[in-house]
């Protein structure tokens, strides 16, 4: 019996995220069940489809789900309680600050900033 290629891609396509899913989350098997049990729902939400472009807009979404997972989750492990250690991996999108502090300034047009110290309170609560 052989299966259908939109339904191989179907498998393939779950079977990578499932994978990416184990691998982001780590040991965090709450997580891991979390993620597993809602791609079998959604999965199953279309398993009887028959239209070929909803299938390919669906796999293209788990395509980009496992892509968005892979690069810009990071999953942290407690390491006393108060520090944690980040599991970033070679897949782990870096970014520098620059794009957040241009984001704050285009909401902030229009506005008058108070002061340095006022600014920093409001963003940090004051410590120091």
Known sequence: MSTSPSKQAAIT????LLKTQRQVFGN???AIQAA???THARFMQF???T???ILDEKLALANQVATLLKQNVVQGESKDGE???L???KDTELGDNDSI???KNIHRKGKKRSSKAGAASACCGGAH
Do not use: G
């Open 28 to 30: 965090d098997l709450r």
């Open 51 to 53: 239209n070929t472009d």
């Open 36 to 38: 597993q049990k809602e």
């Open 83 to 85: 520090r944690f250690k």
């Open 101 to 103: 502090k241009n984001s």
């Open 47 to 49: 398993k009887d489809e």
């Open 13 to 16: 396509a779950y079977r990578q």
């Open 87 to 89: 599991n970033i991996t």
